[in-house]
């Protein structure tokens, strides 16, 4: 077992605790629950269903931690003052969520065929999508090309007006 074998472990101990006091028996149990699913439908959809990794459709939702306001959702309070669907926009946006596809999911969450933890994993996702240059804007033209195209469009008007008075 390698040292983030042993915190992935711990992670999910953790994990396990918080969801009994929930009333989960087990993690299973919670990914089948109306509340994951509802996180789950969220997120995909706050995301495009666009994988936070490599851009491809995403079908999954991958946690960056386990801790009790990441498994809730959006607190009653929350929802209570700002209404369903202000609520959860607020609470997806600081969420550890990350809308991901199934490949990228399994590949980031073992190394070598052991679990490395929920923030290894995130870690390694946000790796892949720097790798991906999805954060880049696309290049604008330089100036001096710009300047280049500007005038092609002047000389092509130029033309068009010299033939339209031949005519
Ligand atoms: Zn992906």
């Known amino acids: 077992m390698n040292v983030h074998t042993a915190a992935a472990l711990r992670a999910y101990k953790a ?7 929930m009333g989960y028996a087990s993690y299973d149990e919670y990914l089948a629950s ?10 995909l959809e706050r995301e495009g269903r666009r994988c936070f990794a490599c851009g491809r459709t995403a079908n999954q939702v991958h946690h960056g931690d ?3 306001g990441t498994l809730t959702g959006p607190s009653e309070a929350a929802l209570e003052k700002l209404g369903t669907s202000e609520a959860w926009q607020w609470w997806l946006q600081t969420a550890e969520l990350y809308a991901v596809c199934e490949k990228d999911h399994e590949w980031s969450e073992k190394f070598l065929g052991e679990p490395v933890g929920p923030e ?3 870690r390694r ?5 720097r790798k991906n240059r999805l954060d880049e804007a696309p290049v604008p033209l330089p100036a001096r090309q710009g300047r280049q195209e500007r005038k092609a469009r002047e000389m092509e008007s130029e033309l068009a007006r010299l033939i339209e008075r031949d005519e």
């Open 15 to 21: 994990r396990n605790r918080i969801l009994k006091a």
């Open 34 to 43: 109306p509340l994951w699913r509802e996180i789950h439908e969220r997120k």
């Open 66 to 68: 386990y801790l009790v």
């Open 120 to 122: 290894l994993a995130t």
């Open 125 to 129: 996702l946000k790796n892949r999508r």
